[in-house]
């Protein structure tokens, strides 16, 4: 199988409501389970077969609500995890004062990110297939 979707179960990150302690528990629960899973996948030998995105469908807002969480907003983080990935920092960091109606602004479009690894993943040429227009890869795989 060449693709495998899993999400987070009972959308437990969609939390509006005071959310520091809460987010922190999830993403240590998160990090833990794809640390062992690569660590695993290591084991196995099958770590230069393994490469995963990770990503939210929403982002936060900058400004905390009055119950002491965020509301849903616009630009988020994409991880991608293995070993034939050049780690960094791939884009520019959003600004925490340059916000579109209190919504961060995306830095790089996420259909990029889809487009190297349709491209330098997967060995696809082809990706307005998936994409319905051309997006640049970005520069990120090592093989």
């Not at 409501?17 to 030998?45: C, E, N, P, W």
């Not at 050049?86 to 916000?99: A, F, V």
């Given at each position: 199988t060449r693709i495998f979707y899993v999400n987070y179960p009972r959308n437990a990150f969609d939390t509006h409501?005071?959310?520091?302690?809460?987010?922190?528990?999830?993403?240590?629960?998160?990090?833990?389970?794809?640390?062992?899973?690569?660590?695993?996948?290591?084991?196995?030998?099958r770590a230069d077969d393994v490469t995963m995105m990770v990503f939210s469908e929403f982002g936060r807002r900058v400004q905390e609500n009055a119950n002491l969480g965020t509301d849903h907003g616009t630009a988020g983080p994409v991880f991608v995890i293995g070993?034939?990935?050049?780690?960094?920092?791939?884009?520019?960091?959003?600004?925490?004062?340059?916000?579109?109606d209190g919504n961060l602004r995306f830095t790089t479009d996420f259909r990029r990110v889809y487009?190297?690894?349709?491209?330098?993943?997967?060995?696809?040429?082809?990706?307005?297939?998936?994409?319905?227009?051309?997006?640049?890869?970005?520069?990120?795989?090592s093989a």
């Open positions: 409501v005071y959310q520091a302690d809460t987010h922190a528990r999830l993403l240590t629960y998160v990090s833990d389970h794809i640390s062992a899973f690569m660590t695993d996948m290591k084991r196995l030998g070993s034939q990935v050049r780690g960094g920092l791939y884009g520019e960091m959003s600004s925490l004062t340059d916000l579109d487009a190297t690894l349709i491209t330098q993943w997967m060995g696809q040429a082809d990706t307005t297939t998936v994409l319905h227009q051309p997006f640049a890869p970005i520069d990120m795989m």
